[in-house]
């Protein structure tokens, strides 16, 4: 017996302009990408898939350092922690994203 699994994937624009501070950035970026996760989960997702950095514009075509300061340990940076606290929120549905795949409350290697 075949078995359906619903998927969301999400590519999104940035949504805060890249001369903000790195937390105006990040705070408006995972809002945004927070209430997308909650409306696929609300939509019978099951797994949802986030872009790359998801948090703030692509910046690896650039050579500013700036950026450095966006990267987060994993499993303990606050991103993961937020993404396995939404996996309960929204009764299990699995949030990946490049950087860390989470697995019920385990995060996997990258």
Excluded at 30 to 45: F, L, P, Q, S, Y
Aim: one cysteine or more; glycine letters at 4%; hydrophobic letters at 35%.
């Amino acid at each position: 017996m075949s078995r359906i699994v619903r998927c969301s994937l999400i590519q999104a624009t940035n949504a805060e302009s890249p001369s903000s501070s790195l937390d105006k950035i990040k705070q408006v970026m995972t809002d945004k990408h927070v209430a997308m996760i909650r409306k696929a989960a609300a939509d019978g997702a099951q797994i949802v898939c986030l872009q790359e950095i998801f948090y703030g514009p692509y910046f690896c075509a650039e050579q500013s350092t700036r950026w450095y300061d966006f990267t987060e340990p994993v499993p303990a940076g606050p991103t993961t922690k937020l993404m396995q606290k939404l996996e309960w929120a929204t009764r299990g549905t699995r949030c990946f994203y490049p950087r860390s795949l989470l697995s019920g409350s385990r995060v996997l290697p990258p």
